[in-house]
């Protein structure tokens, strides 16, 4: 399922004394089984792009095309309810929002919020369980009672239930230590590898933006400045400290490596690959 952005603007409190214009000119296509990551200062249109890759938000000018479905300005909506299984957003701090007795009930909220009878919801809570790597023993469990790690991956379990067929993720390392954000980051890349899914990770961590995208969108002020792949984000420093970016401490060190004569292609992107 592609997803296409086509001259989607955003105004918050569109037509009041309060007006914003969040989003300008977005363009934009995200194919199938791909992995994009979305990068900017804070204020540059990021949560308001994901916002719309699920029709939380409607763009005030320009359309959405998610599949099948097209989600238009000035137009109403149908089928919104498939296009929130198709893209499941997990939203910063996800663990936030697990509410149930157990963990298997929390998973299985959405499926039977959606229409699966109890047994397939919990048959899908075991699968989801273990796509994000939990053993099933904790499925009785209170998910109180799990670590803030564990309570996150119950959380992404429990969009996968749904089926769906991107991931959106937002800020998903945010308050992890290095190793838990390893283990995240690894996590999405096996869903996109084993499930075929497609990625689309928002951050404003430059590790990992640049980990396993196949592309970088760099948004800067509601409008995309700069795509490509992390090498060539990468290879125009300059143009990201003019957006308030950085480039990774590990690129920077690379670069001092070329500056003593090693080539930037030959040199790895992240430490991973080092
Ligand atoms: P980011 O996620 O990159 O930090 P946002 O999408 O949250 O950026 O915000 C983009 C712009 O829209 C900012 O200028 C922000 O102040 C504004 N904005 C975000 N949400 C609202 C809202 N509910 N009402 C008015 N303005 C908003």
Do not use: C
């Amino acid at each position: 399922m592609d997803i296409t952005f086509k001259n989607v603007e955003h105004r918050y409190q569109a037509r009041t004394p309060f007006e914003k214009l969040a989003l300008y000119d977005v363009n934009l296509s995200v194919k199938k089984e791909s992995y994009v990551s979305i990068i900017g200062h804070t204020g540059s249109g990021k949560s308001t792009i994901l916002q719309h890759l699920n029709g939380l938000l409607k763009p005030t000018e320009g359309s959405i095309q998610i599949g099948d479905h097209v989600i238009e300005a000035g137009k109403k909506q149908k089928n919104l309810k498939e296009v929130r299984r198709l893209v499941g957003i997990v939203f910063q701090f996800p663990e936030h929002q697990l509410f149930e007795e157990t963990v298997e009930k929390d998973i299985a909220f959405g499926p039977m919020n959606f229409g699966v009878n109890e047994t397939d919801a919990y048959e899908r809570a075991r699968k989801s369980l273990q796509l994000v790597g939990l053993p099933e023993s904790i499925l009785q469990k209170s998910p109180f009672d799990l670590s803030g790690g564990q309570m996150r991956r119950v959380a992404i379990a429990g969009v996968l239930a749904m089926g769906p067929e991107v991931l959106v993720l937002d800020e998903p390392t945010a308050g992890l230590d290095p190793k838990g954000r390893k283990e995240m980051m690894d996590l999405f890349y096996r869903l996109k590898e084993e499930r075929n899914l497609t990625i689309i990770l928002v951050t404003h961590s430059m590790e990992d933006a640049a980990k396993y995208a196949d592309e970088m969108i760099v948004m800067h002020k509601g409008t995309i400045a700069m795509r490509g792949t992390p090498r060539e984000i990468f290879s125009q420093g300059e143009k990201l400290t003019s957006y308030g970016l950085d480039l990774p401490e590990t690129v920077k060190f690379q670069q001092k490596l070329k500056d003593k004569g090693l080539a930037f292609e030959e040199i790895p992107l992240t430490l991973d690959e080092a």
